[in-house]
């Protein structure tokens, strides 16, 4: 699966994104999609998971301000983020996998390349 991040960049505290993830090479609706992102100088962590039919997890960071969605007739999966904040700033990765767990504890069968997200105060 080829998976390509987009939507990252220069944003200031308290504003919104949404961040894409097209995925081709695989029939979309048999992969479940996730994002996570690395922070520098940390460790990368998960934020969010949907299945193919869209059941989604979020992680301990992700509770409250991300909402994660995905459009199967785009192969598109999306993270929305709201009220961003400094320590928002990382690199996003989406991912995609076959079976849910892969997802969830980090070893997903793909990884797109990541986007950068720069939240200024």
């Known amino acids: 699966v080829q998976l390509q991040a987009s939507g990252g960049g220069l944003v200031l505290a308290g504003d919104s994104l949404r961040l894409s993830c097209a995925a081709s090479g695989r029939p979309f609706r048999s992969l479940d999609m996730g994002w996570f992102r690395q922070a520098p100088g940390k460790e990368r962590e998960f934020l969010a998971a949907?299945?193919?039919?869209?059941?989604?997890q979020y992680g301990d960071a992700a509770q409250g301000r991300f909402t994660i969605s995905r459009d199967n007739a785009k192969s598109t999966a999306y993270l929305q983020i709201y009220s961003l904040k400094p320590e928002d700033t990382a690199v996003y990765y989406c991912?995609?996998?076959?079976?849910?767990?892969?997802?969830?504890?980090?070893?997903?069968?793909?990884w797109g390349q990541g986007t950068l997200v720069t939240v200024s105060s």
């Open positions: 949907i299945s193919w039919k869209g059941n989604t």
């Open positions: 991912a995609a996998g076959e079976v849910w767990r892969t997802l969830t504890s980090g070893t997903p069968d793909s």
